[in-house]
């Protein structure tokens, strides 16, 4: 029987080292790299073997009915498991990371400041496409005003 509960803390705790260390620390190539394949892609992997156990039924899914992505009820199943909330917050926490990836590697290209990057990546790291928005909103006017758009 898997412990789901030490599987999602130690997500989380994965994910906390990756943003913290994005956020705070200088970007050298290899923390980059870190952050890309020991945080992305180790959550990535982590994802994977647990969609594909639950799924072929290596894994215990208790109480988390058959997987039906086509509607809200097999989606709600789905997550209705401590297995199902795990791997779905797994997924949540892999691709957030990988857009405050981009969008930090997307900054420091255009020159921008990391006072300005930190909120931003903070948001990401929180809430996602909320913090791919706000990025998105105003990396052309910064990056015009810099003389660095591409």
Not at 48 to 72: Q, R, V
Not at 77 to 87: K, M, N, R, Y
Not at 93 to 111: C, N, P, S, T
Not at 125 to 132: D, E, S, V
Request: glycine share 14%; aromatic share 12%; net charge positive.
């Amino acid at each position: 029987m898997i412990d789901w509960n030490a599987w999602f803390s130690m997500v989380n705790l994965l994910a906390l080292i990756a943003w913290a260390a994005l956020i705070l620390l200088p970007r050298w190539p290899a923390l980059l790299s870190g952050v890309l394949y020991l945080g992305v892609g180790l959550l990535c992997l982590i994802y994977s073997l647990g969609l594909i156990g639950i799924l072929t039924g290596l894994l215990s899914a208790e109480g988390g009915g058959g997987a039906d992505f086509t509607t809200i009820a097999g989606v709600r199943a789905i997550f209705g498991s401590d297995a199902g909330v795990t791997i779905g917050w797994t997924h949540y926490l892999a691709f957030d990371l990988f857009v405050g990836l981009w969008i930090a590697r997307d900054a420091d290209a255009k020159g921008v400041s990391r006072w300005v990057q930190a909120p931003i990546l903070l948001a990401t790291f929180m809430a996602g496409p909320l913090g791919l928005l706000l990025w998105l909103g105003i990396r052309e006017p910064i990056a015009r005003r810099q003389g660095r758009f591409r």
